[in-house]
C-alpha cells in the first residue's frame, strides 16, 4: 500500500517534469525577445519593419557575420540596435534558441504526419501501419524479446511482465524493490547475449538507500537475475553506489544497456546536479563499464586516478536516455535528453567528455540561458542534435529484413514531440533525420523485433505497437 501511495505521488510529479520540454516559446527569454525584438520582427516573428526570423538562414547575417555578432554590434543603417552592453552572450544564445523553437513549431505545423482514411502511413520510403501488440500496461518503459517469441516488459511502477501468446501476465514476484520517484522506478530491461545457456535478465532502477534530513534518497542501481516457474531468483547486483551519492532529486536516473565483449556498458544522468557531470569522483553523469557480472575491469580509463570513481567509462552527460552498439562498426550510440534544447545523439568512446554542463546546445527550462558556450577545448560535439528538443529517449538500430532500406538506421524516440525520427548514418556521421510518426504518444523506447518489425514503446496511451509494412 505505501508503494502504490508513493507511486501515485510520482504519478502527480510527471506532469512537471514533463514541462519543462513543453515550454517551447514561453518563459523568461519570451519576455526578452518581446521587450527588445518584436517591435521590429514581430510577437511571432514574421517580420515588420524588421526582416522575418521564421525564412532564410538567419543565423549567419552575411559571409563574415553571425547572429550574435550582429546583435551585439547591431547596424545603424539598417536599424538595428546594438546590444552589445545590454545583453550578455548566454542572453543572446538564449535568444538564438528561441527563435529556433518559433521556427520548428512554425514549419511542423505546416508538415502534419497523419496516416490516411485506412490508417497506413507513408514515410522513410515505404507504405506501413501501426499494429497494437499489448495494451493494458502502465507506464511500460523497456522491452526485451524473449528467444521463445515472448516479450520482457517493465513498468515503472516496478512491474516486469511477460507477454506471449497474446496474453499478459501478472507482474513476476520477487522483483527488486524500486524507488518509484518522478522519473524513477523499474527501468531497463535485457537479456544476456548468452542468455539462451545462462539465462540471465538485467534489471536497472531507481532504488531508495534510506534518508538523509528526512528526506528518501536514491540512485541509480543495476541487477541481474533469472525468471524460473515465473519468479525471479538467483537476484545478484552488478552495480549499486553508496549511500553517500544518493540524493533526494526524482530526475535524470539514465538506465539503458549495451553488452559488448563480455562487458556491460550503462548510463546514469546526472540526477538533477548538474555540476556533478564533469565531477569524476561521483558516478552521476556518467557512462559505466562493469563486467557482466560487475566485476570492475582494471583498464577502465581512469582506473587509476585515485579519486576517479572506478566504473566511469565517459563523463559530461546530463540524462543518457537511449544506448545502442552499431551493427557494423561496434560503436556505442548515444541519445542524451538535454535541457530546453540541446537533445543530442553521440558516439561514446573512452575517457571523452561530453561537455555537460560547460557545454550545450540548450537553455533552462524556464527561458534563462545556462551558458552561451557551445563547444570547448577538449570536450566531444555531437553527431546530431536537436534544438528545441524533442525531450530524445530510447534508440535502436534497425536490423531486421522487412523494411531492407531502413538496415543500420537508428530509430530514436522524443517524448514531449512524441515523434519517432529515423536517422541514416553514413561514415559516422548522421546525414539525415527524417520524422516517421509523430503524436501517436509519448516515445519511450523503440526496438528492432526478430520478425523484422519496429517496436514501439509508448506512454499515454501505454501500449506497444509495431510497423508492419504494407505492400
Not at 68 to 80: I, L, N, P, S, T
Not at 85 to 111: H, M, N, P
Not at 417 to 440: A, N, Y
Request: glycine share 14%.
Amino acid at each position: 500500500m505505501r508503494l502504490r501511495r508513493a507511486y501515485g505521488i510520482a504519478l502527480f510529479l510527471l506532469p512537471m517534469v514533463a514541462l519543462g520540454q513543453n515550454r517551447i516559446g514561453t518563459g523568461e527569454v519570451q519576455k526578452l525577445f518581446n521587450q527588445l525584438c518584436a517591435s521590429c520582427h514581430g510577437e511571432n516573428l514574421q517580420g515588420g519593419l524588421g526582416r522575418s526570423l521564421i525564412a532564410g538562414d538567419w543565423l549567419r547575417i552575411n559571409q563574415t557575420l553571425t547572429f550574435a555578432e550582429h546583435v551585439k554590434q547591431g547596424d545603424v543603417e539598417g536599424g538595428m540596435p546594438a546590444f552589445g552592453e545590454l545583453l550578455s552572450d548566454a542572453q543572446i544564445r538564449s535568444l538564438e534558441i528561441y527563435i529556433q523553437e518559433v521556427r520548428q513549431q512554425t514549419e511542423r505545423a505546416g508538415k502534419p504526419l497523419v496516416p490516411n482514411i485506412d490508417g497506413v502511413y507513408a514515410a522513410g520510403g515505404y507504405r506501413f501501419r501501426l499494429e497494437n501488440v499489448v495494451e493494458g500496461l502502465s507506464l511500460p518503459w523497456s522491452v526485451a524479446f524473449l528467444p521463445d517469441g515472448g516479450l520482457l516488459i517493465t513498468e515503472r511502477s516496478g512491474a516486469l511482465r511477460v507477454f506471449k501468446d497474446e496474453v499478459l501476465s501478472a507482474p513476476i514476484p520477487g522483483t527488486p524493490e524500486v524507488w518509484p520517484r518522478g522519473q524513477g522506478g523499474l527501468l531497463e530491461v535485457a537479456l544476456h547475449p548468452e542468455f539462451k545457456t545462462n539465462g540471465w535478465v538485467y534489471l536497472g532502477l531507481s532504488a531508495s538507500g534510506g534518508e538523509r534530513g528526512g528526506k528518501a534518497q536514491g540512485m541509480t542501481k543495476v541487477v541481474r537475475g533469472r525468471i524460473r516457474g515465473n519468479q525471479w531468483t538467483d537476484e545478484g547486483v552488478i552495480f549499486e553506489a553508496p549511500f553517500e551519492y544518493h540524493r533526494s532529486a526524482g530526475v535524470h536516473f539514465g538506465t539503458r544497456f549495451v553488452f559488448k565483449d563480455g562487458y556491460l556498458f550503462f548510463s546514469i544522468g546526472d540526477r538533477g546536479s548538474m555540476e556533478m557531470a564533469q565531477d569524476l569522483s561521483r558516478p552521476n553523469g556518467k557512462i559505466h563499464r562493469v563486467f557482466d557480472d560487475g566485476r570492475i575491469p582494471t583498464d577502465n580509463p581512469f582506473c587509476s586516478n585515485a579519486a576517479a570513481y572506478p566504473t566511469i567509462w565517459a563523463y559530461g552527460n546530463r540524462n543518457p536516455q537511449g544506448l545502442d552498439l552499431h551493427p557494423q562498426t561496434g560503436e556505442i550510440w548515444e541519445s542524451e535528453h538535454g535541457p530546453r534544447g540541446g537533445d543530442e545523439i553521440n558516439v561514446i568512446k573512452a575517457g571523452n567528455n561530453y561537455g555537460w554542463p560547460v557545454i550545450t546546445l540548450g537553455m533552462n527550462y524556464n527561458g534563462k540561458p545556462i551558458t552561451d558556450a557551445t563547444s570547448a577545448p577538449g570536450m566531444e560535439q555531437p553527431k546530431h542534435y536537436w534544438t528545441p528538443s524533442i525531450a530524445v529517449c530510447g534508440i535502436d538500430f534497425y536490423e531486421g529484413d522487412r523494411f531492407p532500406n531502413w538496415k543500420f538506421n537508428l530509430f530514436v524516440g522524443g517524448l514531449a514531440s512524441q515523434e519517432l525520427h529515423r536517422l541514416v548514418i553514413e561514415d559516422g556521421r548522421v546525414h539525415s533525420d527524417e520524422i516517421m510518426l509523430k503524436d501517436v504518444g509519448r516515445v519511450r523506447d523503440v526496438a528492432s523485433g526478430p520478425d523484422g518489425c519496429l517496436y514501439v514503446v509508448l506512454n499515454g496511451p501505454d501500449r506497444i505497437v509495431r510497423l508492419v509494412p504494407v505492400e
